[in-house]
Structure formats: C-alpha cells, structure tokens
C-alpha cells in the first residue's frame, strides 16, 4: 500500500471523527470493562501504528482493527452487558496476533505504562 493510500485512510478516519482523541477517550471510559490486558493490547497497537518501522501492511491491519473499536456500528453493541466488547476484542485480539512479531521491548513498555496510568498504576 502506498503513501498515499494510507494518507486518504488516515483523512477518512478523521472525518467520522474517529481520530486519535475520540480514540483515547473511548479506551479510557471504557478501560474497566475492557480489562488491563485488553488496554494493554490496544495501546500495543496504538504504538505500533505511530510507530515508524512498523510496515503499511501492518499498519492498516491495525487503522482497520482500531476503527472497528471506534465505531458506533457493530456486530454487537457495545452498550449490551457483559457482551457488548466481545466482538471488539475478538477483532484487537486477532490484529495483535497478526501484527505482534513487529513489537519492540520499547513498545511494550510504553503498552504497560500506559495502561497502568489509566488504571491508576495497578499491576497486573
């Protein structure tokens, strides 16, 4: 995929106001339920995304597992307890698996540290 693919994705992600703020408050609002290992997954991807050595293949697997968890359509709404993140965690599980042989020690510490902040510095 070229500059400019990944480019106009990027601008459409932004348009439907599924950009990196909307991102980050969803994952905060939602972290509890999600879980710390799930949080942890997601800002791996996250990361990795930002990351400059992390391939355009790679990257859009993510950009298309991170909209997924943005939007408001879903298989099953996230609004329905306890089922409503099943399907956005099958999705960012099935990202990360993909994606993960490109994962740094770095970006792991920056994963934990991150999601240790956003649960108030618990260890898990």
Known sequence: MDKEKLD???QKFAQRRLNEGRFLHKLKTYAARLGQPAVR???????LLKSPHTPKRSKLIIVGALVYFLSPIDSIPDMLIPLGFTDDLAVIALAYTQVKAYLTEDIREQARAAAERLFGGAKS
């Open 41 to 47: 997954q997601i800002y791996a991807l996250y990361y």
């Open 8 to 10: 106009a994705i990027s």
